[in-house]
């Protein structure tokens, strides 16, 4: 692997692990395209491919995870009992779905990505319009003590299977389910996504480590795990997750709406190369 690539991965962890920080997203969108390009150069069974792009990483995801949860419990935005609450059923939901529809070949990525693409512009446009009312309240945000548990599940449930369906993570339907429905303050619920993708992750990152695969010699890897791809994007987020919390803190409302908006036309430009 040449130095200049190392270099590329060490800064994508870097803007991931800040971006993940800030806005509870996670990194896959920034992650992704760089592990494809690489696994696409090694000689790997093309039955392997894209469970080699997903297991990456879900290791990256899953370290900037815990460091960002971390920071968030340093700073009082740890909410255990939600995280469990919600965390749980995503699980539940992402193997579920993966069993049912993925490995079934029921599946269609096409049709899929063609309603997500829908339910984002959405979603879009609700968060524009919440900016706009969030930059005219200037309110303040206080610390959010849900009444019952039980309105957590769904969104948990579902965050699991949009994951398990387009790989992009749970976040991207968690936020706007808790800032819309549940009414949650913006930065609760990016704090709350963020710990939630790292519990949906562990499982399918376990999965990952103990499978058999080979490749090519010199490439040390454990299971599905290449360790020459993702120390360098782990060593770069680890240095930027807690700075992106801190700075997650700090920020009005109403910019980390526009900052989710602009993640989200990332993430619609996307599926549409994609298609």
């Known amino acids: 692997m040449e130095f200049t690539f190392i270099l590329y991965l060490f800064l994508a962890g870097a ?42 990483s879900f290791s990256v995801i899953f370290v900037i995870g815990i460091f960002g949860t971390l920071k968030q419990k ?11 609450a919600t965390g749980i059923p995503a699980v539940i939901g992402s193997i579920g779905t993966s069993k049912l529809l993925v490995i ?26 919440e900016a706009i009312k969030q930059k005219k309240n200037k309110s303040v945000e206080t610390i959010y003590q849900p009444e019952n548990l039980n309105v957590f599940l769904l969104p948990g449930f579902l965050s699991g299977i949009i994951a398990a369906l387009s790989g992009l993570g749970g976040g991207i339907v968690m936020i706007p389910y808790f800032t819309q429905l549940l009414k949650m303050p913006i930065k609760s619920a990016t704090a709350i996504s963020l710990s939630v993708i790292t519990l949906g992750a562990l499982p399918l990152l376990i999965f990952y480590l103990f499978q058999d695969i080979k490749l090519p010699l010199g490439m040390p890897h454990t299971g599905h795990i290449i360790w020459a791809l993702v120390v360098p994007m782990i060593l770069g987020s680890m240095l930027t997750v807690g700075f992106g919390v801190s700075l997650s803190k700090k920020i009005s409302p109403w910019l980390v709406f526009i900052l989710l908006s602009v993640f989200i036309i990332f993430t619609i430009l996307k599926l549409l190369i994609n298609l």
Do not use: D
């Open 74 to 84: 340093k700073l009082g935005q740890f909410y255990p009992k939600i995280i469990l």
């Open 15 to 56: 803007f991931g692990g800040f971006m993940a920080g800030l806005l509870g997203v996670g990194g896959g969108v920034v992650f992704v395209p760089l592990i494809t390009h690489y696994i696409g150069t090694i000689a790997v069974p093309e039955a392997s491919f894209s469970a080699l792009v997903m297991a990456n």
């Open 104 to 129: 079934s070949g029921l599946y269609s990525k096409h049709i899929f990505s063609v309603f997500f693409i829908g339910l984002l512009c959405f979603v879009l446009f609700r968060f524009l319009v």
